[in-house]
């Protein structure tokens, strides 16, 4: 297990359960409290064999070279941080994949998981990250034919791939909302459940590559949609995307950049991926180019 010391006390994280333990009678000083956000996301490379109308990532040739992420995955460590997050582009096409994650179950204390959209998942890369890898997160935006033409792959191939996948990690699945696949959040719903995801990730699209991302009035029906389930997954909602929906917020004082942080491809860190003011990590290191995000005014 992990601690990390901030505002609200001691945080205690088990990676391999996902357990969380606040000790908020602690009154930690200041200058004791962890330096690093609590989770970090990295895109390890900006390819992806998927071409989804809504992405909003870099279409730019990038690549994070493996020993430079090895030394910020360390240094993340070390200053507190609890769990990183891979994704791109498609993780999975990265080359060094079970390297680094190897590297961080082994050498660090952190949580890793990932993003992918799972048809990558072999049962060859499966064993190679079996023991590495704490969580997956599978990006499903509908069932059967809209899944199909969203995504161009089949989708029998897909609940394939989760059926593989659950047998060795806890996993989630991740939608993006919009007017299209507002409709079809009943079966992605009963998906999670089928397949026993632990979690249903809920992403109303952003503005991105000339879409105007999710409409007010879809989000207002997402916010329905989330207050009518009464399925047995767990539901979560992008940070920001919550409006006046009932959230927990074990960590209120926890926020900005002292919850989470992003690094792009290209070694750019950002306060989220959808922004657009970043500072490169130089040899400095994550947490120098982190304090220069925030002499920015980005916290």
């Known amino acids: 297990m992990k601690c990390r010391v901030g505002p609200h006390g001691v945080h205690v994280f088990d990676r391999r359960t996902g357990l969380n333990v606040l000790f908020d009678e602690v ?5 004791e409290w962890a330096r690093a956000p609590r989770q970090v996301s990295i895109a390890l490379t900006n390819a992806c064999d998927l071409a989804c109308p809504f992405c909003y990532a870099p279409k730019t040739t990038a690549v994070l070279d493996v020993a430079r992420l090895c030394a910020w995955i360390d240094e993340l460590d070390a200053e507190g941080c609890l769990g990183i997050g891979f994704g ?46 704490n969580f997956v997160r599978v990006s ?7 899944y199909e033409k969203l995504r161009g792959r089949p989708f029998a191939e897909l609940v394939q791939r989760l059926t593989q996948i659950g047998q060795t990690f806890r996993f989630g699945l991740n939608c993006v909302v919009n007017a299209d696949t507002l409709p079809g959040l009943d079966a992605v719903a009963d998906l999670a ?13 952003r503005p991105a590559r000339g879409r105007p991302g999710t409409s007010p009035h879809a989000v207002a029906a997402l916010h329905q949609w989330i207050t009518n389930y009464r399925g047995p997954v ?26 989470y942080a992003h690094i792009d491809a290209a070694g750019t860190v950002r306060r989220t991926s959808y922004h657009s003011a970043g500072e490169r990590v130089d040899d400095r290191g994550v947490l120098a180019a982190l304090d220069r995000l925030q002499q920015k005014g980005i916290a």
């Open 88 to 133: 791109g582009g498609e993780p999975t096409l990265y080359r060094r994949l079970p390297q680094v994650c190897r590297h961080a179950a082994e050498r660090t204390g952190l949580a890793v998981t990932m993003t992918t959209h799972a048809h990558r998942f072999t049962p060859q890369l499966i064993d190679a990250l079996t023991g590495a890898v």
């Open 27 to 31: 009154d930690a000083l200041q200058t």
């Open 234 to 259: 767990v539901l979560t909602i992008g940070e920001g995307d919550s409006g006046a929906l009932p959230t927990a917020q074990p960590l209120p004082s926890e926020t900005g950049l002292r919850a």
């Open 140 to 146: 499903v935006d509908g069932v059967d034919a809209t």
């Open 193 to 205: 459940a089928s397949t026993g995801a632990a979690e249903l990730l809920l992403l109303p699209e």
